[in-house]
């Protein structure tokens, strides 16, 4: 039998993941500065959102927050507590999410690893998250564990010396909460954390400012 050529197994091996489904994006809505888009997943009724902002600061500058746990909290919303649990390499860690959800849902929790991927073709940065079970955080009684099927951070620089920033998120929180309540949260989410991020990123080059 003759082999596959290499791109013949890549464009198979990318057909088979859930973020490249042949699905189209489909906008859900423009404003203040945040796309947002959604499509469908084969197999699953939960569908997969994306968002794109440019934010007035350098790469680097962006790297630094979403590096650091203890801040998180701040700019993402309902979050608790956000800490690592492992520090796996320079690139890789495994984190840990805790989420206050309104009454009467319960809180939620996610335990993921966290992989940084560089990526030669257009010197962006991408953060691959997903979630991943560890013993270094058990479920614990109360609290609802959701998953990560694919959250994932694209920082690209631009020639203006901005970011633009392209988040995809598909999560499912788990419990009894019905699949068209789920979707509802996918589409608003990635656009919260956006304008979150944005703020934050801001706040920080201001404060920096001030105290030279």
Known sequence: ?????????????LTLL????TADWVQASDKEGIQIYTRKIAGSPIVMAKGIITIDAKPATILKILDNNANHPKWIPFLQESRQLQLIS????????????????????????????PSRHNKSLIFSIKSEPSPLMPKQQGIVRGILHESTFRLTPLKSGKTEVELLFQADPRGWIPNWITN????????KVL????????????GSRSTH
């Open 1 to 13: 039998m003759n082999a596959l050529p290499e791109r013949s197994i890549l464009l198979l091996l």
């Open 18 to 21: 859930p973020g490249y489904c």
């Open 90 to 117: 320079n690139t890789e860690r495994l984190e840990y999410n805790l989420f206050d959800a309104p009454w009467p849902a319960s809180n939620r929790d996610f335990v993921f690893r966290v992989k940084a991927i």
């Open 184 to 191: 509802i949260v996918q589409r608003a989410w990635p656009y």
């Open 195 to 206: 304008k979150g991020l944005r703020t934050q990123t801001l706040s920080n080059k201001q």
